[in-house]
T-cell receptor, first 112, second 115 residues
Framework: GDSVTQMEGPVTLSEEAFLTINCTYT??????LFWYVQYPGEGLQLLLK?????DKGSNKGFEATYRKETTSFHLEKGSVQVSDSAVYFCALRGTSYDKVIFGPGTSLSVIP | EPEVTQTPSHQVTQMGQEVILRCVPI?????FYWYRQILGQKVEFLVS????????KSEIFDDQFSVERPDGSNFTLKIRSTKLEDSAMYFC?????????????FGDGTRLSIL
């Protein structure tokens, strides 16, 4: 079945460092791809999305590009802040079913 | 920005008791979902609901679980006889359209602790 794989965490970075969280997926057809973020003690917030190949989603300095050829949707940010400390979930939503399939999540800690 | 709200934020219940988790989806959304996240594990789909019917459910969603839209605004998840392994964070979500590029919007979750 369809699935999402993310790099293992936890990831610890210094403030202003460059962030990459790798995400690859397995799916039939053309799923929509999402990154959700979960700040400590809070729920799941949509961070960004991309709905077709080569689309770039962006929000709050984060970016991810839908790469059909490598089935990837890596999350990047040029300069992280302490406030970016959270768990990041890569996810997909297929065209033949209604649920969202989540990756395992990657915990990010940014230290001053 | 409209949001999905869930109550309570934390529910503690004795094993074997019934529990009802409540959600108010975004007002113009018609598709509703429940997910759960056992501590340290993946977010897992439980059930989707549209037009007063379950449209899809996972193998987790067995006879102990039920969902209901009792009025025009609430969407509930009931667990009839809770087990220790039901302890998890439960997320409600809603969407304007199914099976599309429109995202599902999630609430802040209810942490369910079974003693």
């Amino acid at each position: 079945g369809d699935s999402v794989t993310q790099m293992e965490g936890p990831v610890t970075l210094s403030e202003e460092a460059f962030l990459t969280i790798n995400c690859t997926y397995t799916a039939t057809g053309y799923p929509s791809l999402f990154w959700y973020v979960q700040y400590p003690g809070e729920g799941l917030q949509l961070l960004l999305k991309a709905t077709k190949a080569d689309d770039k989603g962006s929000n709050k300095g984060f970016e991810a590009t839908y790469r059909k050829e490598t089935t990837s949707f890596h999350l990047e940010k040029g300069s992280v802040q302490v406030s970016d400390s959270a768990v990041y979930f890569c996810a997909l939503r297929g065209t033949s079913y209604d649920k969202v399939i989540f990756g395992p999540g990657t915990s990010l800690s940014v230290i001053p | 920005e409209p949001e999905v709200t869930q109550t309570p934020s934390h529910q503690v219940t004795q094993m074997g008791q019934e529990v009802i988790l409540r959600c108010v989806p975004i007002s113009n959304h018609l598709y509703f979902y429940w997910y759960r996240q056992i501590l340290g594990q993946k977010v897992e789909f439980l059930v989707s609901f549209y037009n007063n019917e379950i449209s899809e459910k996972s193998e987790i969603f067995d006879d102990q679980f039920s969902v209901e839209r009792p009025d025009g605004s609430n969407f509930t998840l009931k667990i009839r006889s809770t087990k220790l392994e039901d302890s998890a964070m439960y997320f409600c979500a809603s969407s304007a359209r199914p099976r599309s590029n429109q995202p599902q919007h999630f609430g802040d979750g209810t942490r369910l602790s079974i003693l």
